[in-house]
């Protein structure tokens, strides 16, 4: 296994533009999530899928913001008219369900770092 | 909801010296304990896990106990090293919840030489 990939690493942006993250999971994992992190706190969920289904969505995950994972391999976190309040290193994470469903392992990426300037 | 505490940092010790870092869970039903290190500038790894009551975790000399009577999670290490100053992260796992994360808001170690 190659690890969750995530790219780009780094973004920075004007306040108003569009920016779009992707994440690679780990193969045969069918469970894929997104967290965000700002400096000083830990992270926290945004939205997970299991396979190319969305099942769950954070509160924190406003309307400008849209995931999807269209063939359940990768995975496409965007974020709509930024503003500087999303500035934030953007987690993605992934993870086999197993048959008994508890004690499965998430994986995380590298993080993609976003400025909005 | 579901939730993780953990003690607040900066920790700051000496090489060679003992580690515990508190953390204290609340959950409605039995979830799966972890911790995370995260390093400068990187994401977060996974540093040991335990599934259910009294299992102890443990990974490159630290270790963890699921206390359930108690609903912690410490992590103790008998000597620390330069090498392990970084961001540690405590969290719980529910599968109740889609499996998903709930983190501690993470407590820094810094070791000196």
Same mark, same amino acid.
């Not at chain 1, 894929?32 to 830990?42: A, D, S, V």
């Given at each position: ?10 973004? +920075? ?11 690679d999971? +780990? ?6 999530y ?7 706190? *830990?992270?926290? /969920? ?14 924190l ?12 391999? /990768?995975?496409?976190?965007e ?23 508890? *004690?499965?392992?998430?994986? /995380? ?9 | ?37 995260q ?45 392990? %100053?970084?961001?540690y ?20 170690? %810094?070791?000196?030489?």
């Amino acid at each position: 296994d190659t690890g969750v990939s995530q790219n780009p690493r780094h973004k +920075i942006t004007k306040r108003g533009q569009n920016v779009t993250f992707r994440c690679d999971p +780990i193969s045969e994992h069918n469970r894929l999530y997104w967290y965000r992190q700002t400096l000083g706190q *830990g992270p926290e /969920f945004l939205t997970y899928f299991q396979n190319e289904a969305q099942l769950e969505k954070s509160r924190l995950l406003s309307d400008r913001f849209s995931a999807e994972r269209p063939k359940g391999s /990768f995975s496409t976190l965007e974020i709509q008219r930024t503003e500087q309040g999303d500035s934030a290193m953007y987690l993605c994470a992934s993870s086999r369900l197993r048959d008994r469903g508890w *004690g499965n392992t998430i994986y /995380f990426g590298e993080g993609s770092w976003l400025t909005v300037v | 909801g579901d939730s993780v505490t953990q003690m607040e940092g900066p920790v700051t010790l000496s090489e060679e010296a003992f580690l515990t870092i508190n953390c204290t869970y609340t959950a409605t039903g039995y979830p799966s304990l972890f911790w995370y290190v995260q390093y400068p500038g990187e994401g977060l790894q996974l540093l040991l896990k335990a599934t259910k009551a009294d299992d102890k975790g443990s990974n490159k000399g630290f270790e963890a106990t699921y206390r359930k009577e108690t609903t912690s999670f410490h992590l103790e290490k008998g000597s620390v090293q330069v090498s392990d %100053s970084a961001v540690y992260f405590c969290a719980l796992s529910a599968d109740n919840q889609g499996g998903k994360l709930i983190f501690g808001q993470g407590t820094e170690l %810094s070791v000196k030489p």
